[in-house]
């Protein structure tokens, strides 16, 4: 249970810094009131599991999770590049965070 609220802050993680971008300044009221409330209660999650995983694990997937998550986004919905050297960099980032599950965090 520990993880799946870990992952789904890391999943709420990508939503709010999507949202962060369409704020204009948070100047536009709808994705300013989405990216609040989902950080808020992304960062409660998080709250929640470092209750039984260490801070450095619950910390890394979820940033983890959050930066594979955007940059993904970034390429398919925003146009941005996808050189194969950020690719290969996004998937360290996410065999980091398979490592740190798999590591017994």
């Known amino acids: 249970m520990t993880w799946l609220l870990l992952v789904v802050a890391g999943l709420l993680e990508i939503v709010w810094a999507l949202a962060l ?40 997937v979820w940033v983890g999770i959050g930066a594979v998550g955007v940059t993904l986004a970034g390429i398919l919905a925003f146009g941005e590049s996808a050189t194969p050297q950020r690719l290969i960099f996004i998937a360290l980032v996410a065999v980091g965070i398979i490592g740190l599950k798999a590591s017994g965090g």
């Open 21 to 60: 971008k369409h704020t204009d300044g948070f100047t536009r009221l709808w994705p300013s009131l989405l990216a609040g409330s989902t950080a808020l209660l992304s960062f409660v999650l998080l709250s929640l599991a470092l209750r039984d995983l260490p801070v450095g694990t619950a910390y890394g």
